[in-house]
């Protein structure tokens, strides 16, 4: 299992942008899917966003779609997380999560994923 921390949380005003990293460490990332997770007060842990290991194929949630992008640099062993147009309703703690795979695909279910970050939080306010 990989060892994850996530970075770039803060504060932004509404339309503005942030990028969080996401990096791993114990082993190469090379065969490990990457997902990113958020859980705003009150309500459920949901997906945002998904990478395959050799960045081939990534999903988005609905509600992030043309304004987050994904990306990896397995060589660094590191994800980002990119956030544009950021909305009020983006605020959360953001999480990236990890599964060892040989496919060359991502997965939005969070049981597929079995190391968690600690999280950073992201806080969208006038």
């Known amino acids: 299992q990989l060892t994850l921390v996530e970075s770039g949380g803060g504060l932004v005003q509404p339309g503005g942008s942030l990028r969080l990293s996401c990096a791993a460490s114990?082993?190469?990332?090379?065969?490990?899917?990457i997902g990113w997770f958020r859980q705003a007060p009150g309500k459920q842990r949901e997906e945002v966003s998904c990478i395959s290991r050799n960045s081939h194929n990534t999903n988005f949630a609905d509600s992030v779609k043309g304004r987050f992008t994904v990306s990896r640099d397995n060589a660094e062993n590191t994800v980002f997380l990119q956030m544009n147009s950021l909305e009020p309703e983006d605020t959360a703690i953001y999480y990236c999560?990890?599964?060892?795979?040989?496919?060359?695909?991502?997965?939005?279910?969070?049981?597929?994923?079995?190391?968690w970050g600690q999280g950073t939080q992201v806080t969208v306010s006038a």
């Open positions: 999560a990890s599964y060892w795979t040989f496919l060359n695909d991502c997965r939005m279910s969070s049981s597929e994923y079995d190391s």
């Open positions: 114990g082993y190469p990332m090379d065969y490990y899917a």
